[in-house]
Nanobody, 124 residues
Framework: QVLLQESGGGSVQAGGSLRLSCAAS????????MAWFRQAPGKEREGIAT????????YYTDSVKGRFTISQIYAKNTVYLQMNSLKPEDTAMYYC?????????????????WGQGTQVTVSA
């Protein structure tokens, strides 16, 4: 069992920045994927960034490349999402996920563990 707790959401104006944190506890994965997803009202959950905890290799969806950065502090079992140049369309509930069973690393259905989510609201 892996427990994930997100923090760092909030409200910001367009062009601003936020940093999200995801602290993992319990039976943490030493070499697996952790990821950030987001879900806006009426839309499907979208995978936006992943990190492989064993090597820190990262991957991003096109809509956030160059603006968002996923990183980790391995010793703290914590993954971060630095979000810069935020846009109103980034407004969503952001979720941390862990434990990829297989398949596309940005596919929500592939992950076993999920946090409760943290809201990010970007105003124009």
């Amino acid at each position: 069992q892996v427990l994930l707790q997100e923090s760092g959401g909030g409200s910001v104006q367009a062009g601003g920045s936020l940093r999200l944190s995801c602290a993992a506890s319990g039976q943490t994965y030493r070499s697996n994927y952790m990821a950030w997803f987001r879900q806006a009202p009426g839309k499907e959950r979208e995978g936006i960034a992943t990190i492989y905890t064993g090597t820190s290799d990262t991957y991003y969806t096109d809509s956030v490349k160059g603006r968002f950065t996923i990183s980790q502090i391995y010793a703290k079992n914590t993954v971060y999402l630095q979000m810069n140049s935020l846009k109103p369309e980034d407004t969503a509930m952001y979720y941390c996920a862990a434990g990829l069973r297989g398949g596309d690393r940005l596919f929500a259905g592939g992950y076993i563990y999920w946090g409760q989510g943290t809201q990010v609201t970007v105003s124009a």
